[in-house]
């Protein structure tokens, strides 16, 4: 009897740290997810976690990718997969690209500091917010491989400009305009909690916190959350050093810009000179619009769901983008991307690369910067994967043949 269970059974090498036991029984970004739930008090999940309203148009993102199935071609040599692609020139490891979050330090003290340094060692270009909680210059410093810079087209155009310049100067290499928050979308989880930037707390806000040690002995070690890269002025100059998270919050909110049209979008082109990336087309006529003023790249999003429910899904919007401007831009599809099969559905469709925020926001929640290398390693090897089982060896091969519309 003896013999037959040793012929047959392993034990697993046990694992002393929690975290890396739970680490190594997660399968995928949903996992992720589950993790981040249990380790993060309840509005802060949510924040990270909700959208806009009833929250349709997140559920769109991630399941518009179920509308289209593969064509999958069987017997070819897959024995070895290049996942690489090119993107504004630079050669990165797939097509994927990290999205502009902010104040991503509540979900770890690390915050963007975390995400910068796995996306180096993954090989990918990780973007900044503009309401990052780690300053341009901090991010540079522990990353110095491809790096964006996302801005908001303020009412303080100088404040505008200061940041775009220490952009450069810290060695950013492409610019990221987003244009879809002329106002704020209303996010009724966070009503619901009551949850505001900066939190509130009260009872309930401390009995969530005592729940969740781990997280909030790591964010009472962090230090002062601070809007880092806004924190250096406004247009009176009296913002500071940013510790006043308060005042920040009331500032960034009274920056919104309505008057915001494509002709303030000119004012880049002369300044910055790589490439440039709209955020938050959603619809044709736009996309041709920002592809006739010479920007680089489209980012087709709707925010994460985050501003105007019932937008359309990125991955649908894709096909009739591809065809009206792709042979003039960049396309990047931005949102609901949770396994590395999304990705290649996006570049069937005619995306050079896809963009996701919460995919690796739940690896942050969760764990930390071990968190996101596990979010990372599952997208790429999914992505892999994905590409070997269509036939297909190369990214470069990806094509529109491979994907058709679910019967």
Not at 29 to 42: E, Q, S, T, W
Not at 244 to 266: G, I, R
Not at 381 to 405: I, K, Q
Request: glycine share 10%; with cysteine; aromatic share 8%.
């Amino acid at each position: 009897m003896f013999k037959t269970l040793r012929s047959s059974l392993r034990f697993r090498r046990f694992r002393l740290g929690r975290t890396t036991r739970q680490l190594e029984r997660a399968a995928n970004i949903a996992d992720l997810r589950v993790m981040a739930k249990r380790r993060l008090p309840g509005g802060v999940f949510d924040y990270i976690d909700g959208a806009a309203e009833d929250e349709r148009t997140l559920a769109r993102n991630a399941s518009a990718y179920a509308d289209y199935e593969f064509v999958p071609r069987v017997l070819r040599d897959v024995s070895s997969i290049d996942s690489t692609t090119i993107l504004f020139g630079k050669k990165i490891a797939f097509p994927f690209v990290l999205a502009p979050t902010g104040f991503t330090r509540i979900a770890h003290s690390q915050g963007e500091l975390a995400v910068a340094r796995a996306a180096q060692r993954a090989g990918i270009p990780y973007t900044l917010s503009t309401l990052g909680t780690r300053s341009i210059e901090e991010v540079a410093e522990v990353n110095s491989a491809s790096k964006w810079f996302q801005v908001y087209v303020w009412k303080d155009r100088g404040l505008v400009t200061e940041m775009i310049d220490r952009a450069a100067e810290s060695g950013y290499e492409t610019l990221c305009i987003t244009v879809d928050l002329a106002v704020f979308g209303r996010r009724e989880r966070d009503v619901r909690r009551g949850f505001t930037l900066p939190p509130k707390v009260g009872l309930d806000t401390i009995v969530d916190a005592a729940r969740r040690p781990s997280w909030t002995v790591d964010f009472l070690r962090g230090g002062p959350i601070r809007f880092a890269s806004v924190a250096t002025r406004n247009s009176d100059g009296d913002i500071g050093d940013g510790s006043e998270a308060v005042s920040l919050a009331e500032f960034t909110t009274a920056q919104l810009d309505a008057s915001l049209s494509w002709t303030d979008l000119e004012q880049f082109r002369d300044q910055w000179h790589g490439p440039i990336v709209v955020k938050g087309i959603q619809c044709v006529e736009d996309a041709r619009i920002a592809a006739d003023l010479g920007v680089d790249g489209l980012a087709l999003s709707n925010h994460g769901g985050r501003q105007l429910e019932g937008s359309p899904a990125p991955i649908a919007l894709l096909p009739p983008v591809a065809d009206a401007v792709g042979d003039r831009v960049e396309l990047i599809c931005d949102g609901g991307i949770r396994r590395g099969s999304d990705i290649v559905k996006a570049v069937a469709l005619g995306a050079t690369a896809a963009m996701g925020g919460r995919a690796y926001l739940y690896g942050l929640g969760a764990a930390g910067e071990r968190g996101v290398d596990t979010a990372l390693g599952f997208l790429r090897s999914e992505y892999e994967r994905c590409l070997a089982l269509n036939g297909v060896t190369s990214t470069a091969d990806v094509h529109s043949g491979m994907v058709t519309a679910s019967r």
